[in-house]
């Protein structure tokens, strides 16, 4: 099955939070499930043991940039809270913010631009989030963010004003010029 439209949502809030990054001074990588899937998780299906092999390789490679001293954004979906809570452990906690995109099953399904929901109603993709397969909710995130009455540009200012104060960013650091 198609899943690629799962992620949009947080698209243009992890694409403005890169900019606000970029412009402070601090690089970024963006590890984007979907991408991931592409190059490194290649054959994996939607089976609980394959979403839960991809969303560790995804841990895996975020804790090595963040042990080389990189900032790191996974736009995932990863329904399981024990896969969380792995890649947290590889991250180290210190090092490790859960952001939950607490977007309702009901304004998913109704943003749904490629009938991807659709067709998981109507059983055309099987092991779907949210559908034909749990999403387990972070009982402590370090950040829950609203889509439906936030936008994203206002999510992106929340992370970076909290990564700022958290000092994961300097203050210090000199804006730098961003061409389009």
């Known amino acids: ?3 690629r439209d799962l992620h949009s949502p947080y698209t243009t809030l992890f694409r403005s939070l890169t900019v606000k990054l970029l412009e402070h001074g601090r690089q970024v990588t963006v590890l984007d499930g979907d991408v991931v899937r592409t190059h490194l998780s290649q ?3 939607f089976s ?3 979403r839960d092999l991809n969303i560790r390789r995804i841990g895996f490679v975020a804790a090595e940039i963040v042990r080389h001293g990189g900032l790191v954004i996974c736009a995932a979906v990863s329904p399981y ?3 969380r809570n792995e890649c947290r452990a590889m991250v180290g906690s210190d ?18 631009a490629k009938g991807i929901y659709r067709r998981a109603r109507a059983g055309e993709i099987k092991h779907f989030t949210g559908i034909d397969d749990p999403y387990e909710p972070p009982p402590s995130a ?14 992106a200012e929340l992370i970076f004003t909290y990564l700022l104060e958290q000092g994961f960013i300097s203050s210090g650091a000199s804006p730098t010029e961003v061409a389009d």
């Open 48 to 50: 609980k043991t394959d």
């Open 95 to 112: 090092n490790f913010i859960e952001i939950f995109v607490d977007t309702p099953l009901a304004v998913c399904e109704a943003r749904d």
């Open 142 to 155: 370090e950040f829950v963010l609203n889509t439906v009455t936030s936008s994203e540009e206002d999510n």
């Open 1 to 3: 099955g198609d899943h």
């Open 43 to 45: 054959g994996l299906g």
């Open 81 to 83: 809270r024990h896969t």
